[in-house]
């Protein structure tokens, strides 16, 4: 079993591993957890989590996960939401089964619930025991996802065909190129004119600078100068 990412709760839920590990224990199933990566919870998931099931590795470099992804046989991600997550698609390149949260962005795009991946309920730790533990009952199922994860993600995800993706699409530029509209613009709102006067304080005085409305003018204090302008 493994977790690769960022040891953060609010996103990835890292805190409801050690509760599935909780679970697949009372139930007599025996797995082997591996976590790879740091965060701002990593002080509070090894203290939730000291059991002798689980190893923790700390930051790796990617060829290093990548090494360490390739010896064990699912991937599990308890996340909140995802945009497109790339852990996700790198443990599968490298015949990993995911279980991984059913969130409606990203992952739902990639996997096939059943073929190739199962997604849980977010935040429904017994889900992903029940998950976990069907996998670890059926070997047959879990080579054959493992088989069908990898298929995907070399026939979607490979950098050499989604350069050819690109530079056919970048072919059809003059094709799909839509001419700018250049009708008629509105003109811009010329700015209201304010009615004022601008006074300046008789020398020797405190008084600063005000703007008033020129109504008022003509009532003004006795001790201010005429106008210096008016607008």
Aim: hydrophobic share 40%.
């Amino acid at each position: 079993m493994l977790f690769a990412g960022r040891l953060e709760h609010r996103q990835k839920g890292v805190l409801d591993l050690p509760s599935i590990d909780r679970i697949l224990a009372e139930r007599g199933v025996e797995v082997q957890w591996t976590i790879v990566g740091s965060g701002p919870d990593e002080e509070t998931v090894r203290q939730a989590w000291t059991s002798s099931r689980v190893r923790f590795l700390g930051t790796k470099r990617q060829e290093e996960v990548m090494d360490i992804a390739s010896e064990h046989d699912v991937f599990v991600l308890p996340t909140r939401w995802e945009g497109v997550p790339v852990a996700l698609l790198e443990a599968m390149s490298v015949g990993l089964v995911p279980v991984v949260s059913r969130v409606e962005s990203g992952v739902v795009e990639i996997l096939t619930d059943g073929v190739t991946g199962l997604m849980p309920p977010v935040g429904d730790c017994a889900a992903f025991a029940d998950a976990i533990a069907a996998l670890h009952a059926n070997r047959q199922q879990l080579e054959s996802m493992s088989a069908a994860a990898t298929a995907y993600v070399h026939a979607h995800h490979d950098v050499r065909e989604r350069t050819d993706a690109y530079q056919a699409l970048f072919a059809q530029y003059k094709r799909l190129k839509r001419p700018r509209f250049d009708g008629p613009r509105a003109s811009p709102r010329k700015k209201p004119v304010l009615d004022c006067a601008l006074f300046k304080p008789r020398v020797g005085t405190s008084q600063r600078r005000t703007v008033v409305p020129r109504s008022t003018y003509p009532s003004w204090r006795s001790d201010c100068a005429r106008p210096a302008m008016r607008c």
